[in-house]
């Protein structure tokens, strides 16, 4: 029986070489492939939720994978309607979340790594989204390190992505590396299982199962042709130009503050060399010089472009075109937004995307040489919103209150669950240039936790800092 490891090592392989794979269905049959499935899972907090039925991690053995297996083989495997539930969202709308019972959560995640080992060395560099070693902030690197110059930013959000998903592109997709008919048909069957709702089954005419862990990489292999449509086509197209031509009013006046300055006219060049500082030393509007570059994480995606807003338009134009004919989905029209970057500010994974902007501050290149580098540079923002949202949890008409679900916890966990949420947020927002302004909640914060601790004990807040002053 081949090891986890040797088979998805060969698939990995067979992935990045292009070449398509074949009997992967019996690869399902193989107990080493659960085994791992089960060492990744049965961690998690929702291992020891229920579905429509009660069976959940608690009761795993090798005869839960004999089931499972025996069910394959005979191509009688039927999986459950998932348990439909829903959470809230920051705009107070509710998300659909699937709850699939144990025997198909290990399957799905065999076959997430089956899949996973795959297709992952064909997806695109630029995308980020569900994907092992990659996540928000490396999308937000790529920002930073690479998106320099920026004028325009198109803010790319595709409405109701995974709940409109085509099954019948899904499929399509898989079946392009993927020979293997039966493999495919129980990718199918999960696709149509359907969901149980106030004790309905409902079927699920399209989009992936809200809940399933097959979900993000099934909506990564169909996603990753619209990165390869802007990499084969747009970016090709909306990049031309090796730098920009040099502005020559620009020239002209460093020019002449040069001359007075031999003259010995100090004075007179000194306010000439300013009045050409209040200029770009390139033609900002160069028509031979375009860059458009792209990133991706999920279903949220985001375009740089230095050009005209007239050409930004005509990419966002192109981009819709794209995804309603060739994968069936609409660009949301409230969220996919083209901003100018030194006017205002972009939106992407809950940041605030810049462009710098300030002739007076001068910095050295890696070169040694003085100017204004850091024009252009790109400005990674912690949202004023996001703080003000923050301190409302602690606060209550305008101050900061204790928490009363907090109240029956030890000391110990309710100074934890203020710290875990206070790091959390630092940790996510790191890269902020503006973190400093976390200040204000963690003021808030602190004041909540002594309020919190005073409320338990009965005692005075100064009471609070004396105890725990150390």
């Avoid at 060969?10 to 992935?15: F, K």
């Avoid at 809230?88 to 995640?109: F, I």
């Avoid at 795959?118 to 996540?135: A, I, K, L």
């Avoid at 996603?223 to 502005?247: A, C, H, M, Q």
Wanted: positive net charge; glycine residues 6%; contains cysteine.
């Amino acid at each position: 029986m081949q090891t986890t490891e040797a088979y998805v090592g060969l698939l990995r392989e067979r992935g990045k070489r292009g070449l398509p794979v074949k009997r992967v269905y019996r690869q399902l049959y193989n107990t080493n492939l659960y085994l791992t499935a089960y060492g990744r899972m049965y961690r998690n907090a929702g291992a020891m939720t229920p579905g429509v039925m009660e069976e959940t991690s608690d009761g795993t053995s090798l005869e839960t994978f004999e089931a499972i297996i025996a069910a394959l083989k005979q191509e009688r495997y039927h999986w459950q309607p998932a348990r439909r539930t829903y959470i809230l969202k920051k705009s107070e709308k509710k998300r659909p979340l699937g709850l699939p019972v144990w025997s198909d959560k290990l399957l799905a995640e065999v076959m997430r790594m089956i899949l996973d080992a795959y297709f992952d060395g064909t997806f695109s560099e630029h995308s980020h989204g569900f994907r092992e070693g990659r996540g928000c902030h490396t999308a937000l690197r790529e920002i930073y390190r690479i998106w320099q110059g920026t004028v325009w930013i198109i803010e790319g959000d595709i409405a109701d992505c995974f709940g409109s998903l085509d099954h019948t592109l899904i499929i399509s997709a898989l079946a392009e590396h993927i020979q293997d008919g039966r493999f495919l048909n129980l990718v199918k069957k999960l696709l149509d299982a359907g969901y149980m709702e106030d004790w309905k089954v409902k079927k699920t005419l399209s989009g992936v199962p809200q809940g399933s862990i097959l979900s993000p990489i099934l909506s990564n292999i169909l996603l990753s042709k619209l990165d390869r449509f802007v990499e084969t086509e747009l970016i090709p197209e909306y990049t031309r130009g090796k730098k920009r031509k040099p502005n020559q009013e620009y020239n002209r006046l460093i020019n002449r503050a040069c001359k007075l300055h031999k003259r010995g006219q100090t004075e007179a060049a000194r306010k000439i060399k300013q009045q050409a500082q209040r200029l770009p030393s390139i033609d900002p509007q160069d028509p031979d010089f375009r860059r458009l570059r792209y990133v991706r994480y999920a279903d949220d995606f985001a375009l740089s472009f230095i050009g005209s807003k007239e050409e930004a338009e005509a990419i966002k134009r192109r981009l819709r075109t794209f995804l309603l004919e060739e994968l069936k989905l609409n660009l949301s029209d409230e969220k996919t937004l083209i901003t100018h970057t030194r006017d205002s500010a972009a939106k992407f994974l809950n940041y605030e995307i810049t462009t710098f902007q300030s002739n007076a501050k001068q910095t050295r290149d890696k070169d040694g040489r003085k100017g204004r580098s850091i024009n252009g540079g790109i400005g990674l923002k912690l949202p004023k919103k996001v703080i003000e949202d923050k301190c409302k949890r602690y606060m209550r008409q305008g101050k900061p209150t204790h928490r009363a679900e907090l109240l029956n916890e030890s000391d110990f966990t309710i100074i934890a669950t203020y710290q875990l949420e206070y790091r959390g947020l630092v940790n996510y927002y790191r890269m902020a240039y503006n973190l400093y302004t976390l200040s204000k909640l963690k003021w808030v914060m602190e004041q909540s936790l002594t309020k919190t601790l005073a409320s338990k004990h009965r005692i005075s807040v100064k009471k609070v800092y004396k105890k725990y002053k150390h």
